[in-house]
């Protein structure tokens, strides 16, 4: 299978490991575009693109430059879009029912999402929707066998509206518990303080679905402390409470399994090794590259006919 990748070339979680997994099971040819070449996707395909070369285009872009340009995506053949970010099209924020609206004005597409529910949700709107969950890069993270000198702490943001439940969580639990909140940079620093947790607190309230965090403090040898978010995304990831993480669903229940816990190390030290066990072998992006091409080989709905005003559009945009 021929796949032509378009990826970002500035992003905030680097994700190179990943498109090197996909390219690793396909013909691909895989370009980093700029800010720029996003924000005029008509005249990069005019100029640097010739899709009868593949048998599948792939989007993982910016999702406010897509939204910009549906015009011109609407006449790409054989498109594929990755996307991450969709469970936003269901929780309060600004993107809130943009991601159905997108994907309902481009009916031929088909859209891999990184959670289960969002899937099921989109296919019930009509949107051809597969899950390929989230993972971790597996050269980068993994267990240093060093002192766990952090009880209980979670690295990452908390400053956007998006994040704003996970922000009153740990803003509780701050009031009952010793908790690290703090923030690092991607590498070695963030390794290393991932290797010093014992428990993780993964604090993403209402999402929908379990963020790339989970799956990184679990390789790294964390007892993931992991909000439930239900509709079906444990079962869907394998996810067992106090077997390989120990799913809460409110402070006070997090607090009442942390004492467990803590009263019996052998436990947390079971959970942790099953955790990363499962995800070492599920979750990597080696694994996750394999699992997208395959995502991507079933036959393409027929993409509908373009009206006549959409011809014409779509063919001034590839000419002009």
């Known amino acids: 299978m021929n796949i032509l990748f378009l990826v970002q070339l500035e992003q905030r979680v680097i994700l190179d490991r990943l498109y090197h997994a996909v390219a690793a099971h396909c013909n691909c040819d895989l370009r980093w575009l700029s800010r720029e070449e996003q924000a005029d996707l008509r005249r990069y395909f005019r100029e640097q693109v010739d899709v009868t070369r593949y048998d599948r285009i792939v989007f993982f872009l910016r999702f406010k430059q897509e939204i910009r340009q549906v015009g011109f995506i609407r006449s790409i053949p054989n498109l594929v879009i990755l996307e991450h970010d969709a469970y936003q099209n269901y929780i309060p924020c600004k993107y809130t029912g943009k991601f159905s609206k997108h994907y309902r004005r481009l009916p031929g597409v088909r859209v891999i999402t990184s959670g289960a529910q969002v899937a099921h949700r989109l296919g019930e709107e009509g949107v051809d929707a597969c899950f390929v969950p989230k993972g971790y890069d597996q050269a980068l993270l993994h267990d240093l066998v060093l002192p766990r000198d952090i009880d209980l702490a979670f690295v990452g943001s908390t400053k956007s509206t998006t994040y704003s439940g996970r922000k009153a969580l740990l803003d509780e639990l701050q009031r009952l518990e010793k908790v690290t909140v703090t923030r690092t940079k991607s590498g070695e620093e963030y390794l290393n303080i991932l290797n010093r947790i014992r428990f993780f607190v993964s604090a993403d309230v ?115």
Not at 237 to 265: H, I, T, W
Not at 309 to 314: D, M, P, S, Y
């Open 206 to 320: 209402g999402m929908g679905e379990y963020m790339i965090k989970n799956f990184e403090a679990m390789a790294c040898g964390c007892v993931l402390l992991a909000y439930n978010q239900g509709g079906g995304e444990e079962h869907a990831l394998g996810f067992v409470d106090m077997q390989n993480l120990v799913l809460y669903q409110s402070v006070a229940e997090l607090c009442g399994k942390l004492r467990l816990l803590r009263d019996d190390p052998q436990l947390a030290e079971r959970i942790a090794r099953a955790g990363q066990q499962m995800v070492v072998q599920r979750y990597s992006f080696a694994a996750l590259g394999e699992a997208i091409v395959e995502a991507m080989r079933s036959p393409m709905r027929e993409h509908p006919p373009l009206s006549m005003r959409e011809r014409l559009r779509a063919r001034w945009s590839w000419l002009s």
